[in-house]
Each structure stands twice: as C-alpha cells, then as structure tokens.
C-alpha cells in the first residue's frame, strides 16, 4: 500500500504546527502556501513601526523542515478543492492529489461591507501590509517637515488606528512612542510632540478579551504615552483625507483598520456551512461535516471552546488545533480510536503598550505594568522560531530600549508621492512658483 | 549678513561626507535625497542574496544628522538647477535656493544603448533593485522544484550575471553559495548542486582593476565554488529566457547587470561639459566651468588621479572629494586661500569571493585567500555607520559562516508569478488537466 499522503495549506502557526506534530508518523506531506515564508504575526506591528526588520519574524517554510525528507513545500496559490475527487487545484492548473487535507488558510482583514475603505486604510497581515504601513507613516511625517499650510501639516502628523483590539493597542502605542521619543530631534520644520494619535474602538471600551480593570489600566497606559482614545465611536466613512466616527469628523493622511478579519475563502471551497465571519463550522473533531479526510483549523474554522465561548482568534489556539489534527490522523494510521472531541485551553491573553507596560489576563492571574511587559517579552522571544532569530530580536529590543532608535526606518518600495491623494495630490498654488 | 546656505543633492557617501565635514562651519546645510537613506552600497549584493536585511546596511539621513541642527533633511526628488537663479527645482515645483551648491548624485546602470535589456537584467543600485534581484532569484528555484520539463528546469536553475567587476563577482561567489551551501536539503525535486551560476565579461579577464594575478586567482577560486568565468565574451543579446555572448545562446530565467554605469543627469542640469558616461568635467577643485559656486563629486564626476587615470567610482574616492569640497567651502568662508586642487588617493582595491577567498590590491601590497577575506571583512564592518549595525551584520556573518544558513530569504514585493514571462507563462498543456 502506497503511504497516506496529507496536504496541509497554509503556511501559518495552524499549518507549521500540524507539519510539525506529523514528525515520525508514516505519511507523505505537502504543505503549500502562496509564500515562502512562515510569519510570527504578533510581532508583524513592530515591523509596521519600524522595530523589527522583516527578516527577524519570518522564515522560509522549507528551510524550517529541511530535515524532513517526507516533508514537500510548494509555493502556490490555492484556488479551490474538489473534494470528491480528493485534489486541491492551484493558480496554474496544476492538481495535487490528497488522503487526508489539512485546511490552515487564515483570514484576512474585513471592511464590514465597505471594501472601498481597504485603499484609505491598510491593515496588517502579511510583511507587505508592515512595509507598507511604514512607507506612509514614514512618509507622513516628511511631508508635513515640508508643509505650510498648518491644517494640513496637522493632518499629516494625525495618526488614526481604527480598532481597539490587541493589535490596534500595539500600534498605537508604538506609533505614540516613535513620534514622541525616537523622531524627536530629527526635524526642523515640525515638533514630533504635536503628533496625534487616535485608537477608535466601536465598542463602549477597548482590549473586550481582557477584564475591565485591564482594559481601563490600558487606556490610562495609551493616555500616558499621548494617544488619544475613543470608545463607543463606530467608524461611519474612510476617506481620502479624513475620518468620521461618531459625530466626529477627522482630517487625518494615515489611518490604519485593526478593526475586523474574515475567514480565507475555505468554506466556498468545501461549499460547507460557514458562520457571519466566513468560517467553516467544523464537527467536533474539526473535520468538515460528510468529510472526515478534511480538517479546518485556526482563523478558517469556528470552534467552541468547552465553555462555549467561540475559540479565539490567536497563535496558540491555532498550534493547538493543528497539534490535534496531527493526533487524530496518527490514530487512525495507526488504526487506534481517535483521542475526544478538540478541547481548547486558553493559556491567556497578553497586549504590549509601549515600553515597559503590558496586560496579561492568564484568568487564574491579571497582570498589569512592567512585569507583565518583561513576561510578554520573554515570551514572544521563547515562541520565535531558531536562535538566530531570537538572538536578533532580542538584540534589536535591547537596542531600542537603551538608544530609543529604531534600525528600520527605510521607505522603500514606491516613489514617496505614489502614496494617498491626500498626500500625492498636486498643490497647483505652489506649482506657480516656478 | 545672512548665513550662507550650502544645498547638497545626494545622500550616498560624497554627500554624506561633505555635511559630516563642514561640522562647525558657518553655514546652513540643506541636504536632499529621493530616498530617506544612506545605503552602504559595497554590501548590497549581501541583501541581494539574502545575507543582509534591508535595514543592517541602510540609516535614514535625518537620523545620522539629529545632532545638527544647522542640517535640514529633505526628501525629494530634483529636476533640475537653474544656475544663473541659484535655485534648485524639486520633483513638485518647489524652489531651493542655494549659495553653494554640491551635486553628488551618484550614477545607475547603464545598457549601452539596450535599455531593453533592462527588464530581462535587473541592475544594483539601490534596496529595491536588491529586493527584486532576490525575489527573481528565490523564485527561479521555486519554478525549477515544480518544473517537469528537464530544459526549462535547467534553465531555472542557470544565473548568468553579466560584468566581471567587483560587484559581479561578489554576486556570483555568493550565488554559487546560496545553491551549494545553503539550500541542499531543502528541495525535493531538483538539486541544487545542479545550479549553474555562469560569469560573463567582455574583457580577456575578471577585475580589471586588480593585478593580472589576483584576477586569476579570483577566476580560480570561482570556478572552485562551481561558478563559470567566460571572459572575452561581449553580451550581444538579453531577452525573454535566454542572453547571447560570444557564439553562445544560454537558456536562463535569470540574468543580472553588473556591466556598466551612467552618470545621473547632473550635466543635463547644469549644460555643461560632460564625458561619454555622462559625467561632469569639473575643474582640478571639482567645481563646474565658471561656477565656483557648483561642486560635482563622486560617481557624477569625471576627475583624474595624479597619474593621469580616471578617479574610480567606489566609496572611498566619493568620500574624499566630500572632505575636499568641505574644506574649500571652509577656507572661502573664512577667506583663506583655497587648498591645491583635488588629489586622489587609491587606497585599494577589495573583492570577495564567498567564505574565506577575498582579493586585495592595495598596489604595495597584494593580498589573496583567507586573509584577504578577513581584512575585508573587518574593514567593511569597520566603515557601516553606527554600533548598531556593525553589531547587526557582524552576528549576520558569523551566523552565515557557522550555520551556512541565511535568514532573509523572504519573496515579497509581488506576486511570484508576475516575474519575467519566462516564468509566468501559462503553460496551456498543464492546464488542460482539469
């Protein structure tokens, strides 16, 4: 008998963990992803703000299973699974037959029906989003160095982060502190200091996976550093320019979404029963229901946890549902029963806000202030992948911390004038100088 | 009276070193740049080839000037000079005005009159030509791992880089590493070993610069790492898939420019007198033919060394006509006599040829072998700017020469199919299988 071969797709903390997990059981893998790297999402926000080079959080997928003869990594573009056929199609055609798929697609960001807004206000998934976000921030702020007209330089140095989630937290904190420690200094024309950063969170406060205690110590925290929060204000129009939340109206040339995902187009695939988010509701076992040779995982999946709470979002959940699958495809090689229904454990929830403040809600434990800023430290370095990496990191934090510099501060990739209108648009008043 | 305002265009290392000189003399500085940074460009070919990250060799230029206030960093792009006005014109209409002017504008590639060659060589100037160069690279050994076809897999697998200078040399060393070194184990089709790195010069021999024996041994040791010198061997043609030199059409989905270069339009600006390359005919003191108040240094420069032979365009020579031109502004400031005229000192020529064989013609001394390559090593640490990156690079290297592993392999910027035709072509027989 031919082995059993499994395709993964997805080359995320889903994904590498199931790879992983399948070390020594007798199968053939295929993991495909449409790049070549695996990418350590939570830090994705210090390359966006300039703390991180884009080579210290990402990997490439085939190096991380070099010593895995049975392992196969294809860079391609999923377009879809005929699960009757048992193949995965890719963007050129080809077909790759399957025994048993593993879907770890993830999500993307979600514009809640108005996707005109995604070219006004990028959000961050993958290390182009990072760049990108760094080129117009950087951008920003050298406009307004050269702007006269003062309504205008303050809406280049007018920063809005919509969504007052972990990520949105983590960006505007850093954002605050770029503006206020590491650009001061460096300018003529403008004081970094008048920087405005805005957290707009739709809900009445921000940081809704943490307690209230740790949610308000937040905001306090974002205070401190000079953001300005809003709570309760739903975003109503993303413009060219400007902003408007609540009955507010906001001239701004850099806004940022951290506000929604939607799931990765699995469910269409499958055409299996998908929840609001898109994503496909698995049986218990986090097969796809009429398919046991198919599991949904991470983003792409909704799961309940055993208090029947939706399973998050995040990296460990993902690594603990693809850690699963691994199992559950083990037992049946090996022709045991499969282990119970998947159980999610929620080890906890951690948020960084700037230098030396953090919130970590284990449940059994809260966490607040500079202790939890040294544990979230450690950890993001402990779950980075190779010495190397952590060795880097950890050089470039050390860095930052003692100089308050930051290495990464390059635009790059498109001319500076490429970016916004707002921001490229011809000022036919100045023009008549010449 | 009014400060005197020195304008000086160009953030490479003549630019750089003229503001660092002119510490302490009365003037205002103004000094712009198309791009936020500096870029150490004698390591590019390292991001090339996925040895550095974008930010261990590049420093915003506002960064390195924070401590000047006297300095005001602009990021624009000029057009043009009118020199009777003494302004210079940016990209978006506005007017600088200037007393002394310093052009330091650096060169790019040039295709002897083939600029369609451009697309099919990709040249190396600056982070984005980096960035591309190893996305085509990492990309061709994707394709080769699916290809099927034993002519078009070879042809993924071929690298010619065209130009036997330094620059090509150092790619090709690396290249040929890249393949041998680090990526065996990682693919499950193709071999790397099989990858084929081919060098062509017109010229009857490598580095011209460099003795006759250093550019043989440099020859040997190339083709000990499985590189393919052919010199005497003009390129008559570079198009989609293939390039011809010599009697020769090699198949290849990857081409490299390392040939030639053309001076920036600093001549067009000016109307003056210019050599084939495009460069300004500056006077003994670098200054343009009846504007003592225009200096022209560096790579847009035509100046000759003491011995009658063209000044070369590499760091060092930009570096000491950024000094000289700072110290002739000093002198008419404080109206003492101009120095004598510019005298070039060569301090040597380096090249690299992957781990442990470098070549070195300081003309006293030649140098080849294991330590050569750690003199270059040393002095290319030695000459980044700042402790941070001297850091950054030298645990980069260290980790290289250890492990063999590279961390910044990352394809980004672009979809991978969206490359040269070669390798995005729909291949109409595959995708009849479905």
Chains 1, 2 share one sequence.
């Not at 993830?106 to 070219?119: I, N, Q």
């Not at 007018?158 to 990520?167: K, L, R, W």
């Not at 003529?188 to 205690?213: G, M, Y």
């Not at 204000?233 to 979404?257: I, R």
Request: hydrophobic share 45%; charged share 20%; aromatic share 8%.
């Amino acid at each position: 008998m031919a082995e059993q071969h499994v395709v993964v797709v997805g080359g995320g903390f889903g994904g590498i963990e199931t790879v992983r997990s399948l070390a020594g059981a007798p199968v053939r893998i295929t993991i495909i992803d449409q790049r070549n790297h695996h990418l350590f999402q939570p830090l994705l926000y210090q390359v966006a703000t300039a703390m991180l080079a884009t080579s210290e959080i990402a990997w490439p997928i085939r190096h991380l299973f070099r010593n895995r003869p049975e392992v196969e990594t294809l860079l391609a573009t999923v377009r879809g699974v005929d699960s009757k056929k048992r193949e995965v199609l890719l963007h050129d055609g080809h077909l790759v037959p399957y025994d048993t798929l593993v879907l770890a697609t993830g999500a993307t960001h979600a514009y809640f029906g108005h996707d005109e807004w995604e070219k006004f206000a990028p959000g961050l998934k993958n290390l182009e989003d990072a760049t990108t976000i760094r080129r117009r921030m950087l951008v920003a702020f050298e406009r307004a160095e050269r702007e006269t007209d003062p309504a205008r330089r303050q809406a280049f140095l007018t920063f809005v982060i919509i969504g007052g989630g972990p990520t949105g937290v983590e960006l505007a904190g850093a954002i605050a502190e770029l503006a206020h420690v590491t650009l001061v200094k460096e300018f003529r024309n403008i004081d970094p200091h008048l920087t405005k950063v805005v957290l707009i969170e739709a809900a009445p406060r921000i940081l809704l996976a943490f307690s209230e205690d740790l949610s308000a110590y937040a905001q306090k925290a974002l205070e401190r550093l000079g953001v300005e929060v809003r709570t309760g204000a739903p975003v109503t129009e993303c413009a060219d320019g400007y902003v408007v939340f609540g009955k507010e109206k906001l001239a701004t040339a850099t806004v940022l979404w951290a506000a929604g995902v939607k799931a990765s187009p699995a469910a269409q695939w499958l055409n299996a029963p998908a929840d609001r988010a898109g994503r496909v509701e698995v049986e218990p076992d986090l097969t796809v229901p009429d398919h046991p040779e198919i599991f949904v995982i991470g983003d792409t999946a909704a799961v309940l946890a055993p208090d029947g709470s939706p399973v998050p979002g995040i990296a460990p959940a993902a690594k603990q549902q693809g850690s699963y699958v691994a199992t559950v495809i083990k037992a049946r090689l090996a022709g045991r029963p499969e282990p119970g229904p998947f159980r999610y454990k929620h080890t906890g929830s951690l948020a960084t806000i700037g230098k030396r403040a953090a919130v970590i809600d284990f449940g059994w434990i809260k966490l607040r202030g500079w202790l939890a800023w040294w544990i979230w430290c450690v950890a993001h370095i402990f779950f980075l992948i190779g010495t190397r990496n952590r060795i880097a990191v950890g050089l470039s934090w050390l860095w930052i911390y003692v100089t308050g510099h930051r290495s990464a501060r390059l635009i790059t990739q498109g001319q500076a004038r490429e970016e916004t209108s707002m921001i490229s648009a011809p000022r036919p008043e100045k023009r008549r100088r010449h």
